[in-house]
Every structure is written in structure tokens, then in C-alpha cells.
């Protein structure tokens, strides 16, 4: 991640042109792809793999419309090369918030982080508090 720590991916180097591959030729973004692609690895969670930019987030660093990185995202996940979680948020309408994670086949995460950083991530499929004001709800 670009906040200076100490994450490593284990990029394996054949997966990986195999997916810059088949967007280049079945993408209907193919250089746009590429460049979310390659913005993913630097947004990878230690240990989990989970891909920490929203949509949104995503498309404003590519400067593409969100429905593209959708599109993109989507081309992605049929692949193989990231898959997706649907998360439900209490009080909000609709099937719920997207996650989408690296698939360890293509590279793997970890960290240099301690035992007691390592306690603080959430594990995937945990429940987070919303948080409102700053203080717990």
C-alpha cells in the first residue's frame, strides 16, 4: 500500500501476464484495465488479500467513470484474476457493498508486521462497527 508500509505480494510471473494478456485482448478498456490492474497490488490488505479502494476511489485515481471500473472490475472477477464479496451493511438498501480480493493463485500478500499489528486486521467476513461522530454507535 502507498502508506509506507511494509507489505510484500508475491507476484507469480506467469499468472500475472496471463491476466495483462487476456485484457489486452478481450478488455473493452484494455490500457485502462491494465492500469487498474496494476493499481490493485498497491492496495492489497496484509494477509487477507482484499483490495482496499472502493469503486469510486478506483476511478478517480485512473480517471475513468465509476460504471467503467465497474466494467473493468467485472471483466476482472470473470477471469479469475480477483474475485468479489458481497457484504450486506446494516441500514443501507440493496444486496450490499462489494469487496473484491486478489486471488492467491495469481499473487499472494504478506507483511512484516507483529503479532499484535497482525491482531488489529479484521479477519474476512468480519463485522465492523459503524462508527458515527467518531464514537461507537
Keep these: 500500500m502507498t502508506d509506507g508500509s511494509t ?19 478481450t478488455s473493452k478498456r484494455p490500457m485502462k484495465a491494465i492500469r487498474v490492474w496494476a493499481l490493485l497490488f498497491d492496495h492489497l490488505m496484509p494477509h487477507t488479500g482484499q483490495i482496499m479502494l ?13 460504471q467503467e471500473i465497474s466494467q473493468i472490475m467485472n471483466e476482472l472477477v470473470r477471469f479469475g484474476a480477483i474475485f ?11 444486496p450490499g457493498i462489494v469487496r473484491y480480493f486478489m486471488n492467491k493463485h ?9 503479532q499484535e499489528e497482525l ?16 464514537k461507537k454507535a
Design 84 to 94: 468479489s464479496k458481497r457484504e450486506k451493511v446494516p441500514g443501507m438498501r440493496g
Design 119 to 134: 491482531a488489529l486486521i479484521p479477519r474476512p467476513g468480519a463485522k465492523l462497527a459503524v462508527v458515527q461522530g467518531g
Design 54 to 66: 472502493t469503486r469510486d476511489e478506483i476511478a478517480e485515481k485512473i480517471g475513468q467513470r465509476p
Design 7 to 25: 507489505e510484500l505480494v508475491r507476484l507469480y510471473p506467469r499468472q500475472n501476464l496471463a491476466v495483462v494478456n487476456w485484457m489486452h485482448a
Design 106 to 114: 495469481v499473487a499472494e500478500v504478506g507483511s512484516r508486521a507483529t
